[in-house]
């Protein structure tokens, strides 16, 4: 009996495991709850948290590099207006594309911030890193995957690569193929089929369409994608189950904010759950919502802690996996759980 019990211990175990590990954690521009996103030292600490993947949103430069960077925008990550106050454009803002690689390797890297009334530097999550602190610099794609790569070999470990071609339609107006740039990069390094380990996703419909048709083909690759989405009405008709269906035929997967697969109550105090998820697993589509941080004030309204949000996803939304500031924490969870 002793041993039936030990057996079936085991079978539970087991089971239990093969569940969590079906379950994925995305380190969200690195571990950027702790360390200024999208560093080097933010992708090496999160890499230490062991995660599935790390995030890198790129852009490309002037001279055709390829950066990490969340936004095509220098001025709310680095001291782009101390540096080259000149160099705006009528709007307002610094484009990357407007930079030599060499003149952003001249820059010091902050955690995101923006200016008050008076000129001064505001954190928007003041809990973090502080700002001006230590030094930190924009990196390549290239170099974070050398990175990666080499801590898989030296660490015996197989973390992946989710990289988002960020606002690929603008660089094409600049005359930049982004997205092309960025597969010929995958496949430099191995990652172009869907055995690879590593997801291209973009917030961009033609983009996603045009690599899936045009440009995976022409560089005989096969990498796994993944459409983005906000609640912005461009997605309004891409959310329904037909929707849903007519994107599986160009991604794998799809990253849509928590906010359109759970709604507050009207009190705020409850939520319930839209079918946006049933209706993507009847599509064959994997799930990566964005993105779960631990500052209250970046919570939904109906969740007191960032165990509890992580519970209404994985366990009673059912999702493949979340896109976190602090994967430490997503991953303990799917430990305990």
Do not use: C, W
């Amino acid at each position: 009996m002793r041993l039936f019990i030990s057996i079936l211990a085991f079978i539970f175990v087991s089971m239990t495991t093969a569940i969590a590990a079906e379950k994925i954690v995305v380190a969200h521009r690195g571990a950027s709850g702790y360390l200024p996103e999208h560093t080097m030292p933010a992708k090496a600490m999160a890499y230490a948290m062991g995660p599935d993947y790390i995030e890198q949103d790129v852009v490309m430069t002037r001279d055709d590099r390829l950066v990490v960077l969340h936004d095509h925008f220098l001025d709310q990550v680095t001291d782009v207006q101390e540096k080259f106050p000149n160099r705006k454009r009528a709007d307002g803002r610094y484009y990357v594309i407007d930079f030599t690689l060499a003149e952003i390797l001249t820059l010091n890297v902050y955690e995101r911030y923006h200016f008050d009334e008076n000129g001064k530097r505001v954190a928007y999550f003041p809990g973090r890193f502080p700002l001006g602190k230590s030094i930190f610099k924009v990196h390549t794609l290239e170099d974070e995957i050398e990175l990666i790569q080499g801590l898989n070999k030296s660490t015996g470990q197989n973390i992946g690569i989710y990289t988002e071609s960020k606002s690929a339609a603008f660089h094409l107006s600049e005359g930049k193929d982004l997205s092309k740039a960025i597969l010929q990069t995958f496949k430099k390094y191995g990652y172009d089929s869907k055995n690879s380990n590593a997801y291209y996703q973009t917030f961009e419909y033609d983009d996603l369409k045009r690599v899936h048709d045009e440009l995976l083909p022409a560089l005989g690759m096969d990498i796994k994608l993944v459409q983005l989405m906000g609640e912005e009405a461009d997605y309004k008709e891409m959310v329904t189950r037909d929707g849903l269906k007519a994107l599986s035929n160009y991604a794998d997967g799809i990253g849509p904010s928590i906010s359109i697969i759970t709604k507050a109550d009207e009190s705020e105090a409850g939520y319930h759950i839209t079918d946006l998820v049933k209706d993507a697993h009847d599509a064959g589509l994997v799930v990566h919502p964005y993105t779960f941080r631990a500052e209250h004030f970046a919570m939904p309204k109906f969740v007191g802690s960032l165990d509890e949000l992580l519970d209404i996803f994985y366990n009673k939304v059912g999702v493949d996996g979340v896109f976190s500031d602090f994967p430490d924490r997503a991953v303990r969870f799917l430990h305990k759980k």
